[in-house]
């Protein structure tokens, strides 16, 4: 996994929070983010509903736990 998706997750594990936001707060792309999502999403880490005419995106256990995983290892 790449060093931007796990900054993504670890921004998700905070807080849900839609595309745009994370790309401002993340300081990456739009296209960029929106592509790490959709492989985030497709891998099973993050899950997305609609939230009026956005996506609201959370991780999922998988991605719970590949996050504490990594925490033990620091």
Do not use: F
Not at 5 to 10: D, H, V
Not at 27 to 45: A, D
């Amino acid at each position: 996994m790449t060093d931007a998706k796990r900054r993504i997750l670890s921004r998700l594990d905070e807080e849900p929070a839609h595309g745009y936001i994370l790309a401002k707060e993340l300081s990456v792309q739009g296209s960029t983010m929106y592509e790490h999502l959709e492989e985030l999403e497709n891998s099973g880490y993050i899950k997305s509903s609609k939230n009026g005419r956005k996506k609201v995106y959370r991780i999922t256990k998988k991605a719970e736990l590949v996050l504490e995983a990594e925490r033990v290892d620091e």
